[in-house]
């Protein structure tokens, strides 16, 4: 989960919730590659957090009692082995985009555990082996995917709070055309805009859920748990508009 601190409290974004939001950002992209492909990849955006282990009691705290944000929880080869698990049951395409994704998220980390590094070259294996079975090169490959990220990018840029003040300009990645792409809020609380703007729509709105709790500190996760399910739900709106 992403945690953000507030002066009322805690507000708490599901992961789920966040690839939701990627998902809408990609959603307003300008379509490219066959209508299958296209919706294979909005759906594999929409699910690239799925399979954590189990939310309802299992959410992580701090040593200091307060919710634990995503960043501070190691790698899990179990939620790792899951969602790819999971994506199988989608076809080709969506496990080549997951194993994509896994490869980007903790290749990083290779060299750190035989097991995470056997993993690792699973993944490269796997994705040559699917993308023969798709009839797909590797370049046509990577475009989808670097869409898949940079709407995973953006989307994390709004629900962690990080846009920028007084207008200033922050980089969101490399987009599928290859060129780099600025986030910015010219006024405080106004319209975001992306530099080039991407979108085939000038102006959209999109939306995440966020729980809202006022307690700071947990004894345990199934504490946690039971405030969560009582915690009220605001709606976080963003409107994003053509310079």
């Known amino acids: 989960m992403i945690v953000n601190y507030t002066a009322d409290g805690w507000q708490i974004i599901y992961q789920q919730s966040h690839a939701l939001l990627a998902a809408q950002i990609a959603w307003h992209w300008t379509p490219f590659g066959p209508t299958d492909r296209w919706v294979g990849l909005l759906a594999a955006i929409a699910q690239h957090d799925d399979e954590q282990r189990p939310w309802d009691g299992h959410y992580g705290l701090t040593p200091t009692g307060a919710p634990a944000d995503f960043t501070m929880v190691d790698f899990s080869m179990e ?61 046509d490959a990577q475009q989808a995917y670097d869409l898949m990220q940079w709407c995973d990018r953006l989307s994390l840029i709004l629900c962690r ?83």
């Open 79 to 139: 939620q790792a082995t899951n969602v790819l698990r999971a994506a199988r049951f989608q076809g080709q395409w969506r496990s080549l985009l997951t194993s994509m994704h896994l490869s980007f998220l903790y290749e990083a980390l290779r060299g750190q555990k035989k097991e995470l590094d056997a993993f690792l070259d699973e993944q490269k294996a796997n994705q040559q082996r699917w993308r023969k079975g798709l009839g797909i090169n590797k370049a």
């Open 161 to 243: 709070r990080e846009l920028p003040e007084m207008g200033r300009a922050l980089e969101i990645s490399q987009g599928p055309d290859g060129r780099r792409y600025d986030v910015t809020r010219p006024t405080a609380d106004g319209p975001v805009t992306i530099t080039p703007w991407p979108f085939a729509a000038s102006h959209f709105t999109v939306s995440v859920e966020a729980s809202m709790l006022a307690q700071l500190q947990f004894q345990d996760d199934a504490e946690l748990s039971a405030r969560l399910r009582e915690a009220p739900i605001e709606t976080l709106r963003w409107e994003l508009v053509k310079s």
